[in-house]
């Protein structure tokens, strides 16, 4: 059965730092972009980082570089997003997904996980 299930969310300060973990199962990981999202309380969902299959290229939204670093362990079929410096307005629903094809972190995913709360806030 094809999964993806994250992983390391939780309570944190502000200026705080967490690390989530997107393992998949039921296929191969490195065959493909893994991208994270994450949605807030009466937001829309809004994608926060993407990684090519290789681990070559990455992306970011504005509003999370330099503070955010995701990576990929491709023999544990696990992607990470590196969570510093995180700020109140971080605390959402974080999703990984797996990407379709075409335009790297463009839409569409396929899969998505069930996603991991995390909030921020002293």
Request: include cysteine.
């Amino acid at each position: 059965q094809l999964q993806l299930v994250e992983s390391g969310g939780g309570l944190v300060q502000p200026g705080g730092s967490l690390r989530l973990s997107c393992a998949a199962s039921g296929f191969t990981l490195e065959h493909y972009t893994i991208g994270w999202f994450r949605q807030a309380p009466g937001k829309e969902r809004e994608g926060v980082s993407c990684i090519s299959s290789s681990g070559d290229n990455t992306s970011y939204a504005d509003s999370v570089k330099g503070r955010f670093t995701i990576s990929r362990d491709n023999a544990k079929n696990t992607v990470y997003l590196q969570m510093n410096s995180l700020k109140p307005e971080d605390t959402a629903v974080y999703y990984c997904a797996r990407h379709v094809g075409g335009p790297m972190c463009v839409p569409p995913y396929d899969y998505w996980g069930q996603g991991t709360q995390v909030t921020v806030s002293s």
